[in-house]
């Protein structure tokens, strides 16, 4: 079946613009993740929603950083007025439920943001 | 704060030779512990995952890890590696704290198996 999938996969932004970076889970998955991952880095956890709602947005490192799932499946990161130091692969990953335990993790290609 | 400590960041093997990749954690309540393999242009991908019983574990591709709780330790093995193996591994921890298992990962370990 489809796994997780995010577009674009690439994005090339100016230092002080907006971006958006879309997440599609796979179906009947309750739980997504977003992850950061810089150059000789591992993932980084951003948030995680269980459904529609932030269950954990404790990684988000500043304001700039927004995500929202509003129908409980696709999910977009939003950063405001970019960075340099924003450059890095920005993951999603999925999961059958999150709830008390942790169920497997599958992951989707990334997309590759570069701030000039 | 928890973290992961990966101690190899770069590994070079020749076929057929064994292979070991550390991970250590800095948390001493329940765990779940997992490893996971990139190969060059894929996604993420799980190879194995602990969360209790047998402390040792078998994943996919002939690779093991053993969780050695007194040493909060899991790490990676395979007895012989093969040209396909070369790879970035990840080592990754959710420390089961507030109801919420998000995993910490380490750092990375890229592999490369010379043929």
């Known amino acids: 079946g489809a796994g997780v999938s995010q577009t674009p996969s690439n994005k090339v932004t100016e230092k002080g613009k907006y971006v958006e970076l879309r997440c599609d889970p796979i179906?009947?998955?309750?739980?997504l993740y977003w992850y950061r991952q810089s150059l000789g880095q591992g993932p980084e956890f951003l948030i995680y929603?269980?459904?529609?709602?932030?269950?954990?947005d404790s990684g988000l490192p500043n304001d700039r950083f927004f995500a929202v799932r509003p129908e409980g499946s696709v999910s977009t990161l939003k950063i405001q007025r970019t960075e340099r130091g924003d450059s890095a692969v920005y993951l999603c990953?999925?999961?059958?439920?999150?709830?008390?335990?942790?169920?497997?993790?599958?992951f989707g290609p990334g997309t590759r943001l570069t701030v000039l | 704060a928890q973290s992961v400590s990966q101690h190899n960041h770069h590994v070079i093997l020749s076929e057929a030779a064994s292979l070991e990749l550390g991970c250590n954690y800095s948390?001493?309540?329940?765990?779940?512990l997992f490893w996971y393999v990139q190969y060059p242009g894929q996604h993420l991908q799980l190879l194995l995952k602990?969360?209790?019983?047998?402390?040792l574990v078998k994943g996919i591709k002939g690779f093991e890890a053993e969780f050695i709780k007194s040493k909060f330790s899991f790490n990676l093995r395979k007895p012989s590696v093969q040209w396909s193996d070369t790879a970035e591994y990840f080592c990754?921890?959710?420390?089961?704290?507030?109801?919420?298992?998000?995993?910490?990962f380490g750092r990375g370990t890229s592999l490369i198996v010379h043929p």
């Open positions: 948390y001493g309540g329940t765990v779940n």
């Open positions: 929603f269980q459904g529609t709602g932030a269950a954990d």
């Open positions: 179906s009947g998955h309750t739980a």
């Open positions: 602990y969360f209790s019983g047998d402390p």
């Open positions: 990754a921890v959710a420390f089961a704290s507030g109801g919420s298992y998000i995993p910490t």
């Open positions: 990953a999925s999961s059958f439920l999150a709830a008390s335990s942790y169920n497997e993790q599958f």
